[in-house]
């Protein structure tokens, strides 16, 4: 069987969530694994985060010029930053956190 490797990142515009937020390791391509969040989440007792805590885990990595990576349930990205600068998604947590 072939394996296939994804060359380039696919971007969706979903706000309905749940979302799964990246945080990469300072210079590098790896990250810790991701972390499933929505405005009421149904497993809080698995990790599970609500938006308000995935966006201060965002505005904590920006700060530390992290990149950040949210996708969606289906693996595409609606929010992508790096080195401090938003790539994508420039009002994602201000639209889901009406």
Known sequence: MPIETLTELHYSQDRKGPWRIYVYERNSEYHRGGVWFMKTPGHPEEGELTIAI????????????????????????VFHAKNGEVLFGEKFWEEISR
């Open 54 to 77: 995935a966006e201060l885990t965002f505005r904590h990595a920006m700060q530390a010029r992290r990149e950040i990576r949210v996708c969606d349930s289906g693996d595409m990205l």
